[in-house]
């Protein structure tokens, strides 16, 4: 049984910094490439960032690079995503997710975690 659970989130100042921790559980971790994505109410859900399976190579969408930083722990099927210099519109539900298909870093995200709500004041 898949088990993705995110913990980590909170309230915080414009500025501030949050690291979101995503616990792995029954998906073969260190053989499956990784994700964060995040979902605001009334919004569609967004792409953060990805890494690979070794965690040698990773991925930004444009809003979050150089702010955040996604890595991995393979000795302990753990996920993480540092945030920092946190702004108003990075606040959201933020979901860990891994990809369909092990040994790859192409290809769908079929697992997903419950998510962890981000709430960035002004």
């Known amino acids: 049984q898949v088990q993705l659970v995110e913990s980590g989130g909170g309230l915080v100042q414009a500025g501030g910094s949050l690291r979101l921790s995503c616990a792995a559980s029954g998906l073969t971790f260190s053989r499956r490439a990784m994700g964060w994505f995040r979902q605001a109410p009334g919004k569609e859900r967004e792409f953060v960032a990805t890494i690979s399976l070794g965690g040698t190579f990773w991925y930004y969408a444009d809003s979050v690079k150089g702010r955040f930083t996604i890595s991995r722990d393979n000795a302990k099927n753990t996920l993480y995503l540092q945030m920092n210099n946190l702004k108003p519109e990075d606040t959201s539900r933020y979901y860990c997710?891994?990809?369909?298909?092990?040994?790859?870093?192409?290809?769908?995200?079929?697992?997903w975690g419950q998510g962890t709500q981000v709430t960035v004041s002004s």
């Open positions: 997710a891994g990809r369909r298909d092990l040994d790859t870093t192409t290809g769908p995200f079929e697992y």
